[in-house]
Each structure stands twice: as C-alpha cells, then as structure tokens.
C-alpha cells in the first residue's frame, strides 16, 4: 500500500528539518568522538560508518517525500566525487524507479486542473500508473478522438514546496559535512538545480521543450520525440502520444549485438548534436527516458530538464582531452580553475594526480575497441583509486555551469555500459566534434 506523502510546504518543511537536526547532531557528535580520539584508523572506520547512516536516513526521507527533494538527492546521487563513498552508494538507490502514488492522488490533480475527473475527460483512462517518478507519475489512456496517448501528472503540492525542500536540503550538506566546499559555491550549485526543477514542475514548459527538440532532430529519421496532444495538457498534466519501444534494459532479449550498436551510435549522435549544434541538450539520462525499435529508431521521453550548454564550457572540456592526451597536466589543472571546478585557493593539485587520472578515466577509453569493455575498465580502475581520489575533495567544487553536462556525459557512459555496446566509438566522436557542421537556426 502505498504511503501518504507529505503535500504542503508546512509538512515538508517539519520532515526536511527533522532530517537536518537528526543529520547535523550525528555529524557533531561524531567529530567530537574522533577529536578526542588519536587512532585514525579507527576514526576513519568512525565517519564511514557515520555516513552510512546518513544516507540510510535521507534515502528513507526523500523516497517517501517525492518531489524536489527527491529529484536533488537524485542529482546529488551523481556528484559521487564530491560525496562520501559510503553516503553516495546509499542515495543513489534514489535512481531506481519510485513507488506510485495512489489513483486518488492523480483524479484529484486532473479534477482540479480541467473540471473533469480522468474518467470524464477520456475515453480511457488506465488506473494503474504505466510509470512513476520523483515529480509525477504516468498513466495510458485513449482520447475522445480514438488517440492513444500517455498522460503525464504532476503530485499536488510539489511546486508549492520546491524553493522550501531546497533551502532545507542545502542546510542538511552543509551541516552535515557532506560537501566540502565554500558557501558561494554551494549557493550557485543549488541557485541552478531550482532554476532548472522550476522549469521541469511547469509542464507547458516541457511541452515547449518537446516541439523544441522535435526540430533539432527533424532531419534524423532514427530519432523520435512524442507529440504534444494540447487539448489535454496544462502546467501540471501532459498529455503525449503514446511511442512504445522495447526498454533499454531488455535490449538483449530483442535485439542482436549489431543492432544494439547501430542504437548507441544513434543514441550518442543525437547526445552530441544536441550540446555541440544546438547549446541545449536533454538532462536526464535515465536508462527508463529512452526505448528503442526494430526499425532502428530510438525514441528519446522526457523533456522537463534541458540545460543550456554554453561554447565555453565545451571548448575546456575538449581542451582538457587534448592536453591530457600531449601529457601538459599543468594545463588541465588550468582548464579546470577556468571551470570553476577546482578551487584556485585550495592547495596544488600534483601532475601525478592528473596523469593517474587520466589513465583512470580516459586510457581504456583510448585502447579499447569496445566501448562496453573501456567502460568495465574504467569502473574497475575507479573503485580501485576511490580513497586517492578522496583525499583530494577538498580541492574540487560542484561547479553550477558544468553539474547538467556532467550529468549528461556520466548518464549516457553508464548507459553504454547497460546496454553492453560491442564497438568503438571514439570514431563517430571524433567526427562530431571536429566536423565543420553549421549549426541549427532559430534556436
């Protein structure tokens, strides 16, 4: 049975806080323990176990709120560089598909929203969700015209508590610990998230969204966008044609390693067309936001978070590529201060860092023919370099101008990854970045 979830700012607000205090209070108490103790072995073991619970704690909390403050630990699940190990391998179970909320929720959301209970307002209106996320849920019904679509409901009250469940959620990592960084920096990060979940709780926005990017990719059969059925949308329902297609996560059931190829590659040329072309790209790479057919089109849902993705921003990412691959260290650590990545301040960061890095992150990717392989490698050589990497945390920063890509890039290298992709791709990457391509118009 499905839990009632808290649908007003005040209810919320008391959650969220209740969750800061206990956060916060763990967090003290602990680093009282550890200063007074000269065992740093078993300090460490201390704050492991403190973040443990932690992410336990807020992973239970945001599971059952929904909403914004869901959709941030989602994001947060992302920033793993910048989080305890122990903290982020618990939130980021909020990744995996959120429990439903109850049909009388979604009747009253479109009773409210067109004066017509869902029975009214269609032909047919399925009660059991198709699907179900952190802002709203998905249900199949038939038009009064005889279309099948997919109707899109946002939970009551998410709006209303969006900008409270964020200064609440900042307050929880800054006091407890989580994210070692300067006030400002974490005030920009958060600043972006609210300006980008705005966006994603006004459907009529992603309905835009949705007739946006239909013509950036008009001219790429392979790729579709559903419709916008204006009829039976508004800001809080979006109604869409109904796109079926076979889940990323069955792909090996239906489709054969060549086919499976041919849908990465469509997959990533429309990843690229959108950030290097068009300086927009669809933000939310998860594995459930893409379905594929046998025709060899790949069917691309849920627009609410697209992120602008500025000339300047690419042009240091594929500066740090190349004078990682000449060896110049020094000038990645530039790149990166240029970024707002690294913190100029903080102290120096080693060439050596860099270098292991580089052979970390970018040398499988390099030698392997297979991207699924160099994707196997680079996560084994990931885990295996965690704690190196971790006693450097304090020079880094979330950067808000870089936090979308990133999550762009690191979803779709995860998806490679699921979908076992049996081919090089650094070919087809190399031809989008460096083909002298004119890019779209009337953006």
Known sequence: MAKKFADTPAKRFLKLTGLGVKVASQYGKTRIKTALS?????????????????????????????????????IASQMKHLLPDEFAEQIAKLQKESPPMPFEVIEQQIQQSFGFSPDQLFASF????????????????????????????????????????????KRLFSLGGLIKTDKAALDQVFKEIQIHLMEELDYEHEADNLREFAKVHADDPKIVIPSVIDAYSNEYVLTLSY????????????????????????????MLREILYHERAHCDPHPGN????????????????????????????????????????????????????????????????????????????????????????????????????HRYRTQFRPCADTMFLNRVLSGHFLNLAQMKVDMDMKPLIKSMLFEDEEKPQGK
């Not at 079926?244 to 469509?266: K, S, Y």
């Not at 025709?295 to 691309?300: A, D, H, L, P, R």
């Not at 913190?343 to 030698?367: G, H, K, M, N, S």
């Open 243 to 270: 796109e079926p297609g076979v889940a990323m996560a069955d792909l090996h059931d239906h489709f054969d390693q060549p086919t499976i190829n041919e849908f990465a590659a469509t997959l990533i040329t429309a």
């Open 126 to 169: 399925e009660h059991t969700p198709f699907a179900a996320a952190s802002i709203g849920q998905v249900h199949r019904a038939t038009t009064r015209e005889g279309d099948d679509v997919i109707v899109k409901i946002q939970y009551p009250g998410v709006k209303q508590s969006c900008k409270s469940d964020l200064v609440q959620l």
């Open 38 to 74: 000269n065992d740093d072995a078993q300090n460490q073991e201390t704050m492991a176990a403190l973040y443990g619970q932690m992410g336990e704690d807020v992973l239970q909390t945001l599971g059952e709120m929904k909403g914004a403050a869901m959709k941030v630990g989602q």
């Open 290 to 389: 893409f379905a594929f057919r046998e025709n060899g089109q790949v069917i691309i849902y849920d627009y609410g978070c697209v992120a602008d993705i500025s000339d300047l921003v690419v042009d240091h990412y594929i500066d740090i590529v190349d004078a990682a691959l000449a060896g110049n260290f020094t000038s990645i650590d530039d790149s990166l201060i240029n970024l707002g990545f690294r913190q100029p301040e903080a102290d120096a960061v080693e060439e050596e860092v860099y270098q292991r890095w580089f052979e970390t992150f970018i040398t499988p990717l390099l030698e392997e023919s297979s991207a699924s392989r160099a994707i196997e490698r680079v996560q084994s050589q990931i885990t295996a370099h965690i704690p190196e990497f």
